[in-house]
């Protein structure tokens, strides 16, 4: 387009960039405002909510169980195969035992991700058209 | 006989019996009961969305809004543990049969009387095994040899290799254990449970004095353990699609 919108100049459906600034500028206010509104207001957890929070519950036991059941029979066999009872079981166990705890620190890092915010930043930059 | 709780052993519902003897190159292939349910479920499964999706309208209709919300539940579920964009899209179509055969299976097995296929642990274990096969499979061809270094994590200082790689590979091996167990476990937790709490009804019923009072009481636990069934019964054709998406990404996304 031309290059004379620049100039402030007021063209019929055209906002200027002072109150494009203010416009926006409130806008973050009011999405800050509300975002605050919203937590003080935190609604009572959904049942989807709580279906998810059991179903980790599900994930977190099982992932720990069956790191140390693996851990166990791995060095359960190689025990056997070795005849070195029990000296690979015990390392296998707890091998297994922290491969539990790292299945579960993994899905606890996947699951902290914060809300987005109710108005996104958003990213045209001014750009008139 | 209704002294001895219906002289029904709790188990006894899982147990799997021959509808029709079929022999098919040397091997026992009959058709069981589990057979049976297992393409009641294919049926229900193929028959919902051949109607829901017949004459798709703009505006859905009830069938048709139902079909597209479960698809978008598993859509979303693929897109938030799949993570956007490269080719985890590819998959939708297996996470979405495993959660539908599954949730479909678990439903079926809570009508009374109906067989439940998902309490058995080769049925549980035969799809974690089909998982774990297409996150190798996958891998190596995505990666190449390269998807072993899935076992190496990277930034760890070498002398903690020696410790790490047995804690992944263990990990890795423990996926597909966990994975079934939890489903079969699960399902046949509940309907044991479901099965005595009802039987004492009629145990304490058959009772003399007094304890014919008490019959209600495993009465109103049998019917809140019906609605604990139902939720479990959800959640983990819910936790199977979630698993199968996060160990995909294994596939898709190569090392952490």
């Known amino acids: 387009m031309s290059n004379d ?48 929070a059991m179903a980790m519950g599900f994930r977190a036991a099982s992932e720990l169980i069956g790191g140390v ?61 | 006989m209704a002294a001895e709780g219906g002289g029904h052993s709790p188990i006894e519902q899982f147990a799997i019996k021959v509808v029709q003897p079929l022999k098919l190159f040397g091997y026992d292939a009959s058709i069981t009961n589990a057979t049976l349910f297992m393409l009641l479920a294919v049926a229900l499964i193929v028959g919902f969305f051949f109607v829901a999706t017949r004459n798709p309208g703009r505006v859905p209709g009830r069938l048709q809004g139902a079909a597209e919300a479960i698809y978008e539940f598993i859509a979303s579920t693929v897109r938030d543990n799949l993570d956007d964009g490269k080719d ?34 080769i049925v549980t274990a035969a799809l974690a095994l089909l998982v774990i096969s297409v996150v190798i499979i996958g891998g190596f061809m995505r990666h190449g040899i390269g998807f072993l270094k899935l076992f190496a994590p990277s930034g760890v200082p070498g002398w903690l290799m020696p410790i790490l790689i047995p804690i992944e590979v263990i990990s890795f091996v423990s996926r597909p254990i966990s994975l079934s167990v939890r489903l079969f476990a699960n399902m046949l937790a509940g309907h044991i449970a479901l099965k005595i709490f009802a039987g004492f009804v009629g145990a304490l019923l058959g009772a003399a004095g007094i304890a014919k009072l008490m019959a209600p009481l495993p009465l109103a636990l049998t019917t809140a353990l019906t609605a604990l069934e139902f939720l479990v019964a959800f959640l983990q054709a819910y936790v199977f699609a979630v698993l199968t998406c996060v160990y995909l990404s294994d596939a898709v996304h190569g090392a952490h």
């Open chain 1, 5 to 52: 919108d620049q100039s402030g100049q007021k063209v019929p459906g055209e906002i200027p960039p002072d109150d494009r600034e203010a416009i926006r500028k409130r806008a973050a206010e009011l999405g800050s405002k509300l975002d605050t509104a919203k937590k003080r207001h935190a609604p009572p957890p959904s049942n989807r909510a709580k279906g998810e």
């Open chain 1, 69 to 129: 059941v693996v851990g166990s029979g791995i060095g359960w066999l190689l025990d056997r195969w070795l005849g070195t009872w029990p000296g690979f079981f015990i390392l296998f166990f707890l091998l297994g035992a922290a491969a539990g705890m790292l299945g579960i620190i993994r899905m606890a890092q996947r699951q902290t991700t914060p809300p987005a915010p109710s108005v996104p930043r958003d990213r045209d930059d001014g750009e008139n058209d």
């Open chain 2, 88 to 121: 985890g899209r590819k998959y939708l179509p297996l996470v979405f049969s495993l959660f539908m055969f599954v949730l479909v299976a678990n439903m079926l097995g809570m009508i009374p009387g109906f067989f439940t296929v998902t309490s058995h642990i």
